[in-house]
């Protein structure tokens, strides 16, 4: 005879999911279930790395794929072990209630001595495992799987294709909701909460930006250059380089890469600009500096520099523009060969 038991579920009804590559921080996923029909179309063919469905699983933070039971979450093998031991006291204890009762029904009455068995079973409440669901969910646009996981994850779980354009997606459109915020408190009269509104929503643009290509180039310098891994991915020598654009493609440029080929020069000057910005939001109260104000040729030491919503946008659109070209760097095989710049 074989037992099963299902998997602990969270309110959304994923399963944990726990990554055998221990290379691959934080590890731990969620996936759901797969849609009961669906199906690959070809012009996303070459952006899977295996057919979606059970026998595997790809780890969304790495792209190591391996068969499901290695993915299987530790606590989950905890609670499966608690249920199998509360089932069996369970059924030992009915087991010996009907004893009780049949060795009872068979005492003759009216005699001089009279012997009843008791039994109080434990009752012990049968063993909850309770799962929580992770902030970042979404759905593979490839294979229609639901998964959830921590901002940083580069895969879908089932098919493994490239998503990690789906998280830069998402935190546009958090953008978006922050600048809206923003105008809301500026149109109620309360201009300096809207400023500030307005300074965070810049601030995480540059944020997220500099998270997308970190977290990709450290996934390609493993993959691609395993023996310099070590030292092209040194804090000292990472730093905060993608806050910048000439340190970032120097960095990028040891794997082949130039992550800024898709934008013109009109483009990188506002991305430029937006950085230096988001360095005077961030570290001085928004107040333009002399650093600034020779960038700019036209704000003033002193003065607050200006966040217009349509612009901090545009910024967000344009890091969109370059995560999504890199996200192409991941699709299974060799990585794309980008045209380089001077």
């Known amino acids: 005879m074989q037992l099963s038991y299902p998997l602990p579920r969270s309110p959304s009804g994923k399963a944990y999911q726990y990554s055998p590559n221990p290379s691959a921080p934080p590890r731990l996923f969620l996936i759901g279930d797969a849609p009961e029909t669906r199906a690959i179309s070809e012009e996303h063919r070459l952006a899977i790395r295996r057919e979606p469905g059970p026998g595997q699983t790809v780890c969304p933070y790495s792209g190591f794929v391996a068969d499901d039971d290695e993915f299987i979450h530790f606590s989950d093998i905890e609670a499966v072990k608690k249920q199998v031991a509360w089932e069996a006291t369970a059924d030992v204890e009915d087991h010996i209630a009907d004893l009780a009762k049949n ?71 958090l953008v978006r909701e922050q600048v809206a915020l ?27 930006f500099e998270t997308a290509l970190k977290t990709i ?12 891994a070590e030292g ?43 950085i230096e910005k988001r360095h005077v939001i961030g570290h001085n109260l928004g107040i333009a500096d002399e650093h600034y104000v020779e960038l700019t040729q036209s704000d003033q030491p002193g003065e607050t520099v200006r966040l217009i919503g349509g612009e901090i946008e545009r910024f967000a659109a344009l890091c969109l523009r370059v995560v999504l070209d890199l996200e192409k760097s991941l699709l299974p095989g060799p990585p794309d060969t980008h045209e380089q710049t001077s």
Not at 217 to 228: A, C, N, T
């Open 103 to 173: 060795f009872n029904r068979r005492q003759g009455k009216g005699g001089l001595i009279s012997i009843k068995m008791d039994f109080k079973p434990s009752r012990r409440p049968r063993p909850l495992a309770i799962r929580e669901d992770l902030l970042r969910e979404l759905t593979c646009n490839v294979c229609a799987r639901e998964y959830a996981v921590y901002a940083i994850a580069l895969f879908c779980p089932d098919c493994g294709a490239p998503g990690y354009g789906q998280h830069f997606e998402r935190e546009v459109e």
């Open 182 to 208: 923003a105008d809301a408190q500026d149109e109620a009269g309360r201009p300096e909460t809207a400023y500030r509104l307005m300074g965070n929503a810049h601030e995480d643009v540059l944020t997220a």
């Open 217 to 228: 180039y450290r996934h390609l310098v493993r993959e691609g250059l395993p023996d310099k």
């Open 232 to 274: 092209l991915l040194k804090k000292k020598t990472v730093g905060n380089a993608f806050q910048n654009i000439g340190r970032g493609r120097s960095l990028f440029k040891e794997i082949g890469i130039d992550p800024f080929h898709v934008l013109s020069e009109d483009d990188l000057e506002l991305l430029r600009l937006n």
